[in-house]
């Protein structure tokens, strides 16, 4: 892709996604240059790329213009997941995405891994070493059940911005949000129950799910609007559905941020039919628009929203520092966290909530939405670039992970198998549903550092997808032709 | 307690574990007098006493000699638990014991917390300070599911002292032994599913039975030799036990070693009646024999025991560093490790595979022996010296906690209630059994630092015991002139 392509390409993004509007002045060609760091003829050579494509029109003396009309491209639409429980499937596809996770020769597409390069996060090496050096023998012992207190007052203190009013007693640190995911779900479920998910949805709550017995049903979901409150409705008539498991804010894996009545809708509908909400906000930090989204907790008047985050996503992973708020289930939370792992590391919870207190997080999350924000645009390019037509992406708000959904004969498990061979390796959408849909979906990460070498590999994927399209349609051809 | 007294308390001690056995001739006074750090004439004194309590004679121009008759201290009986399944309580007598874990006014006779304080532990503290200055981003990364493979390694060696044929494949790395615990048993049982458990049993591993709805079936324990393998053989014929949980090596909280013939007829029976064996083993590094016990996971052929065990009582339980040997249940084990925590905090897990690796593991485990052994010395003298007749003290083989058993009648968890004024908390009995068995015991943590506080504790706790001891009587007596 060259120089004027990319800029043509995130140009007609931000056109699309509204930034300039449908009769508006674009930036003048030097304004460009200069922003861009790229010659005039650059972008000289882009807004002709742009004009053919009628998405930007000339005007003499003033400028280029945003045209009138322009198309959007297709978003994935609602999801038709099977509405009954279903016992969850696909271990082995989990275990297989996560064995690959520490291999360096893969590009790691598949991973919901951040990006830990960014300058804003160093403090954090410093303040780990200050810590060793001060050889404080309370970070060597047990921590208490709940958690280190200087974490729990910076946790509550952060989700003031996301309309929470929490103390640090209504926190519990966990190790990772898949602990406090887990322990919510353990806490206001038993084996046999079920619970109600988006479709798709993260394959650790679903793999939760199976290993304590619990059925899942499927809601249907859509790519910018959340779940479908309608079918959520008519499923809790139907069944005896214990709790909803959801990921409102910077959804994983469709990237949508609920609207703020559809939550309030949401609530009201687990009030009528008294069910537990376990809020996933682990992304929600990490929206682009500010001031960040409320959670659906924030909204909770009698405490049965267990709010689940961590640090994983924002800061490193490989902390495991997470936290629950879990309302009126405190009480069985914390036995659930006793019998899960007793406590979390102390070290790293200490670690986080110096960094928090020194002010190193505001500037961090700022610029790591920047940072992801800027990233998708780039992939977004590429991807139109090197995908061939007929599919349909996801326009994430928020966090960096994409979700592109093909041709439903598409198989993105046959796909991944010789991607090996590429060294890419992306996550199959049948990983995100309890019953095995979506393969011919796939999830990006578009957050890890991208380079030369991640445009050749989006190309080969790209390349891979199209050839993988032509094959579907030849065997359908084929079969078409068998039956005739 | 003066000098004179403590070292023949200490000397007695030696005599009824056998160290000097009867007939055998005592060291010199002047050897004495330079180990321990006395004058001559302290020396003197303390055989005086021994002397007067028979436990010693003097053979003119000989010295002195162990007398031939001892009287043996009396160690707990065998227990007599309920021979049924029960479902357990007492979640709230744990909360509150973690919940004073933190408070450090109190002096924590009640936990399970190791001495952190050794100079052998010191290296750890320039390993984190060293991985934090290298700034390796991997260390902040998601670990892989089954652990750093460095420490895997490291871990498979050091279970060769044990007897173990193992490599780093057979290992995952957990958060904490809790964690392996807790997903070995999810591994092997569903809820409703019967567990045979030594009676008292270690309060989490009974906590974990009760979060995943799992009954348990206390067999009667006997505090030398380990679970009775006669009731275990009964049990399984009359109930569906799908697996033992079993501490044989330095057992919490009775401190048996459990003999090696014992070990290989557990492992029978488990096998006869197809039931997986968890074996805990998260005291076996610290046996005061050389070399350490085996485990039965090395005697283990088929793959049915999942051995477990971490780094808190070796190291530091702040790490959260656990493992587990599943065995054949590897998969299983896997995917409760993935709904658990999803992978273990990376730099912990390499900051202990580094303390190994460099040779630093070795002789920190032989001096918290030593550390161990002689602090049980002093407190084993302690007790008898402060603490009243008519109870039975168990006789740890290792690690650093000790079982105390009083007269049927009394209440530990009154005891321990009053015991808050004199800011002194103690593990009470009740926590180790399903069924709120063992209220007239305690178990002590004799592994902290001690100094003239810890021994006025001790005081004041045996002054606590008789007065509790005498009210017991009294209404007891009360209550027969009652029924008179």
């Known amino acids: 892709m060259t120089r004027y392509q990319h800029l043509a390409c ?8 509204g930034l300039y509007r449908g009769g508006e002045r674009l930036p003048s060609v030097r304004t460009l240059s200069i922003e861009h760091g790229v010659s005039i003829s650059t972008v000289q050579q882009a807004y002709h790329l742009l004009e053919e494509k009628q998405l930007i029109v000339p005007q003499p003396r003033s400028g280029y213009f945003v045209a009138t009309r322009k198309a959007a491209p297709p978003v994935p639409g609602i999801t038709r997941p099977a509405q009954r429980p279903v016992e969850i499937t696909q271990w082995e596809s989990v275990l297989d995405l996560l064995s690959s996770r520490h291999n360096n020769d893969v590009l790691q597409l598949g991973s919901g891994m951040p990006d830990l390069t960014q300058p804003t996060l160093k403090p954090l090496w410093k303040i780990q070493s200050r810590m060793a050096q001060k050889q404080d023998l309370d970070l060597l012992n047990y921590d208490s059940l709940v958690g280190v207190s200087a974490l729990r007052e910076q946790v509550a203190r952060l989700t003031i911005d996301s309309g929470c009013q929490l103390d640090a ?102 009030q009528r039919f008294d069910a537990a909400i376990i809020e996933d906000d682990v992304y929600g930090e990490l929206a682009w628009e500010y001031p960040r989204p409320i959670t659906i907790k924030s909204l909770d008047m009698d405490g049965r929203v267990l709010l689940c985050s961590s640090f994983s996503k924002t800061l490193a992973p490989g902390l495991r520092v997470g936290w629950v708020a879990p309302g009126r289930y405190r009480d069985r939370v914390l036995h659930m966290k006793y019998i899960s792992t007793g406590s979390t590391a102390t070290q790293p919870q200490h670690a986080v909530a110096e960094f928090i207190r020194l002010g190193h997080y505001g500037p961090h999350i700022r610029r790591m939405r920047q940072v992801y924000q800027r990233n998708y645009e780039t992939f977004n390019c590429w991807v139109r670039h090197y995908f061939p037509c007929g599919i349909c992406v996801s326009r994430p708000q928020g966090s960096f992970l994409m979700w592109i959904e093909l041709p439903e004969a598409f198989d993105a498990v046959r796909l991944n198998a010789e991607l090996r061979a590429l060294k890419i390796q992306v996550a199959v959408g049948s990983l995100f549903s309890a019953s095995g849909k979506y393969r011919n979906c796939l999830r990006l990460n578009y957050g890890l550092p991208i380079n030369e070498q991640t445009e050749q590999a989006i190309a080969q994927l790209g390349a891979a997808v199209e050839q993988a399209m032509l094959a579907c349609s030849g065997e359908d051809a084929q079969a078409a032709s068998l039956i005739e």
């Open 10 to 17: 995130l140009l007609s993004d931000r056109i699309e996604q």
């Open 169 to 270: 007693d209504d926190i519990v640190v966990t190790t990772g949000c898949h602990e406090a995911l887990s322990i919510s779900i353990r806490a206001v479920c038993d084996a046999g129950d079920i619970i109600a998910v988006e479709s798709p949805t993260f394959h650790g709550t679903m793999q939760t799910l199976r290993g304590f017995g619990i059925r899942a049903i499927e809601i249907p979901t859509d790519s910018v609007t959340g779940i479908s409150l309608e079918a959520l409705e008519l499923a809790f008539e139907q069944w005896p559905i214990k709790a909803v498991v959801v990921v409102p804010n910077c959804n994983n894996p469709l990237g949508f941020i609920m609207p703020e009545a559809r939550k309030r809708t949401l609530l009201a509908l687990a």
